[in-house]
Structures are given as structure tokens and as C-alpha cells.
């Protein structure tokens, strides 16, 4: 049997911190990589924090091969001067995956939430908790930065919504389901 495999690389931008997770999917079976953050409150000149997070997505793309980059899009929010910041973040990190190649796919942070969570409003603590048990993830490889189980929840909100199993087979009804997969159906 051929092992399928793609690299999924997720990112939660930002200008003070900056997230991101790694995750490998063989024969649809994902898996944590890496995960961790980018400390960006160190440097007073914003232009310097652009150039840090090209550079450390640069690096990342170069030590993981993603085939795929999932980020989180900007939120809108009352400060306008926080949001053109974040959005610099995010179109830096961007032109970094789009100088190799690769393939970006921007989710709201709703999107993110509700496809880890179920709730579009769960807290960074429960998104972490929902992505450790999904992915066994354990207990000493877990981040206390949000920020990474963030970049990672991008990465695995990506897998989702491109790892839909119905694509392959149509069905007309939930009977119809349950007819074709007696062995996803508990009673």
C-alpha cells in the first residue's frame, strides 16, 4: 500500500506573538510535527518584527516541506492602527509561503473554533485541550502559549475541511448513510 502524505503547516499571526504548528497526515491519519512560537515583543521596530516572521516561516517551510499553509485571518476589531499591524503579519507570512510555491488557505478564527471545538466562541484553553486528545498529544509537549495551539488548531481546522470523507461517496439521506457504513453507526 502507497503511504499518502502532506504536511500542513498552520500559522496564527500576530506583531507581539506569533504561533504556528506542523502537522503530517499519512493515509488520512494526522499527527503533531511541531508547534511553538515566535516571541516578537522583544523589538521595538515593527518593520523588524515583518522581517523575523518571514524569516522563521521561511525557516519552518525549509525544515518541514509543508505542502499546504493554513492561517488564520484577521478578525475585525475596534483598533484600526492593531489591525493594519496583524494584517502586515499575516501578508508577510503569506508572501513567505508564496515565494515557495505554496498553497494558502485563510480561515476565521470562528471557522477555527467551531471546527475544533464545535463552538466558534470556545475559549484558547478548551481549543487546546480538544486538539491534545484529538492528536495524543502529551502532557510535556504541550505549549503554555495559546499562540501555538492556535497556529496548530489552523493546521488541523485545514485537515477538516479538506479531509471530507463524503466527498468521495454522495449520499442522499442519513438512512442512506447508515446503509453504506454500518460500522460508523452505533445503536
Aim: charged share 25%.
Amino acid at each position: 500500500m502507497i503511504e499518502k502524505e502532506r504536511i500542513i503547516l498552520g500559522i496564527d499571526p500576530g506583531t507581539q506573538v506569533m504561533g504556528y504548528g506542523v502537522l503530517r497526515v499519512v493515509n488520512n491519519k494526522p499527527g503533531m510535527l511541531a508547534m511553538g512560537v515566535l516571541q516578537l515583543s522583544k523589538y521595538d521596530d515593527h518593520y523588524l518584527k515583518l522581517r523575523r516572521i518571514f524569516e522563521r516561516i521561511i525557516g519552518l517551510i525549509d525544515e518541514f516541506l509543508p505542502d499546504e499553509l493554513a492561517i488564520e485571518a484577521p478578525f475585525f476589531g475596534k483598533n484600526v492602527q492593531s489591525m493594519l499591524k496583524l494584517g502586515r503579519a499575516q501578508g508577510v507570512a503569506m508572501a513567505a509561503a508564496l515565494s515557495r510555491d505554496i498553497p494558502i488557505f485563510e480561515y476565521a478564527p470562528l471557522k477555527i473554533k467551531m471546527s475544533i471545538t464545535g463552538n466558534g466562541r470556545a475559549a484558547k484553553e478548551q481549543v487546546a485541550y480538544m486538539l491534545q486528545n484529538f492528536l495524543k498529544i502529551p502532557d510535556e509537549n504541550m505549549l503554555t502559549q495559546m499562540d501555538a495551539t492556535d497556529g496548530l488548531a489552523a493546521a488541523v481546522c485545514h485537515f477538516f475541511q479538506t479531509n471530507n470523507p463524503s466527498q468521495d461517496t454522495k449520499f442522499t439521506s442519513w438512512k442512506d448513510y447508515m446503509a453504506k457504513n454500518p460500522g460508523k453507526v452505533k445503536k
